[in-house]
C-alpha cells in the first residue's frame, strides 16, 4: 500500500498538468485558469463555514454521550475536501466534490470503519473500558463521570459596598498566591 501511495503521489502532478492541457485546449486558457481559482475560493469558503459547523456536531453527540466518530469523519473529509479544492487541478477538484456529496462521504466512513474493524486496528475506549464502536454505552445527563462546565463569579453580598468592592481579587480567593490549592 506504501509503494501504491507514493506512486499515485509521484504521477499526480504529471495527471493534473496533462488533465490541464486537455481542458485548455478545449475551453481555452481564460476559462481553464478561472475555473481552477474558482475551485480555490470555494474551498477556502468550504473550510471557513463547516469548520465550527462540524465542531458543534462532534460537541453535541459527545453531551449526547455518544462517540463522535461520525461527526469527526465528516469533519475530516470537509477538510480534506476544502484543501483539494485549493490545491489546483481538476483531478483533485473531483475527488474533492465526491467528498463534498453525503452517501458517498458515509459510504466511505463505512468502508473504512469496517476495514478497520476486521484487521483489529479499530480500538475505543471509554472510562478505562474497551466498547464497541457501533454500540457505544450511553449514560443519562448527570450521570456520574458526567462533567458539567460552568462560568461562576464570587459576588460580595453586603449591599452597600462600594461599585468595585465587590469584584473579586486573586489575593483574596481561594486561589491567591497566600493560600494553597485546594
Known amino acids: 500500500m506504501g509503494k501504491a501511495l507514493l506512486w499515485f503521489l509521484l504521477l499526480l502532478p ?18 481553464t485558469v478561472g475555473l ?8 477556502v469558503a468550504l473550510l471557513r463555514r463547516q469548520g465550527l459547523s462540524v465542531l458543534r456536531k462532534a460537541q453535541a453527540a459527545a453531551d449526547r454521550g ?15 475536501a476544502g484543501i483539494l479544492l485549493i490545491i489546483p487541478g481538476f483531478l483533485t477538484d473531483t475527488v474533492a466534490l465526491l ?4 452517501p458517498l462521504r458515509n459510504a466511505l466512513g463505512l468502508w473504512l470503519f469496517e476495514r478497520m474493524r476486521r484487521t483489529s486496528g479499530l480500538h475505543v475506549w471509554m472510562n478505562g473500558q474497551q466498547v464497541d464502536p457501533r454500540h457505544p454505552p450511553r449514560r443519562p445527563p448527570g450521570a456520574p463521570g458526567t462533567v458539567i462546565d460552568v462560568d461562576y463569579q464570587e459576588v460580595d453580598p453586603a449591599p452597600d459596598a462600594a461599585p468595585d468592592a465587590g469584584a473579586p481579587r486573586l ?12
Open 14 to 31: 504529471v495527471l493534473e498538468i496533462a488533465v490541464f492541457i486537455e481542458v485548455s485546449s478545449r475551453i481555452g486558457a481564460g476559462a
Open 36 to 43: 481552477i481559482v474558482l475551485a480555490a475560493v470555494l474551498g
Open 99 to 102: 467528498l463534498l456529496i453525503p
Open 66 to 80: 455518544e462517540l463522535p466518530v461520525g461527526a469527526v469523519f465528516e469533519g475530516f473529509c470537509l477538510a480534506v
Open 171 to 182: 489575593e483574596e480567593s481561594r486561589w491567591g498566591p497566600k493560600n494553597p490549592r485546594p
